[in-house]
């Protein structure tokens, strides 16, 4: 089946940046367009960005592009998201998933591996 391990979130100031890191273990997703998604805490879970599966195309929510970037290191079998100018309305839950199509999407129902997220917090 595989696994996606989420790792890099954390408590960080206004203007902050963290990267979070996506590690596949048990076995690849090279082959799959891969996605960040949060939620926050009472809310549903929204789109952050997405890359296809050779990295070539990415695909950002309004609210995050130009502060966001997505990347993927197939040969690590890792995605990232570097988070940059962070906003206390970033708070929340991130999580990466694979998806479940040979091209990304940004509704989560079109992704069926998750990992278990990890908890961003920025403080205003």
């Known amino acids: 089946q595989g696994q996606l391990v989420e790792s890099g979130g954390g408590l960080v100031q206004a203007g902050g940046s963290l990267r979070l890191s996506c590690a596949a273990s048990g076995r690849t997703f090279s082959g799959n367009p891969m996605g960040w998604f949060r939620q926050a805490s009472g809310k549903e879970r929204d789109f952050v960005a997405a890359i296809s599966s050779a990295g070539a195309s990415t695909r950002y929510a309004d609210s995050v592009k130009g502060r966001f970037t997505i990347s993927r290191d197939n040969a690590k079998n890792t995605v990232y998201l570097q988070m940059n100018s962070l906003k206390a309305e970033d708070t929340a839950v991130y999580y990466c998933?694979?998806?479940?199509?040979?091209?990304?999407?940004?509704?989560?129902?079109?992704?069926?591996?998750w990992g278990q997220g990890t908890q961003v917090t920025v403080s205003s």
């Open positions: 998933a694979a998806s479940s199509y040979a091209f990304y999407t940004t509704s989560p129902t079109s992704y069926n591996a």
